[in-house]
């Protein structure tokens, strides 16, 4: 497992943060791998669960949050490869 310091050519975020409408992860791979990316209540309840197969490079995800029938709230997002475990803070304001 790769360390986030030590993460070369991994990169994750999360545009626009804090999110109203909608928001995209964006997710940059140097090797396929296959991607799980999960979102997490505050109280670390699963809420969402998204799995991409065989990524490579740069990659993205849209997730509207009327669809998706978010609270207002902070949510941890969680995005692992077999070789990169990374969280980041999402605040929705609805």
């Not at 050519?9 to 396929?32: C, D, M, V, W």
């Not at 207002?72 to 475990?85: A, C, D, N, P, R």
């Amino acid at each position: 497992m790769i360390d986030a310091n030590d993460a070369a050519g991994y990169q994750f975020n999360i545009f626009p943060n804090p999110a109203k409408s909608e928001f995209r992860i964006h997710y940059s791979l140097p090797i396929t791998s296959d991607v799980q990316v999960n979102i997490y209540r505050i109280d670390g309840s699963l809420f969402k669960s998204i799995t991409h197969k065989n990524r490579f490079g740069e990659n993205q995800i849209k997730v509207s949050l009327t669809d998706e029938h978010f609270a207002t709230g902070m949510y941890v997002v969680k995005l692992t490869t077999k070789e990169f475990v990374k969280y980041r803070l999402l605040s929705v304001m609805k």
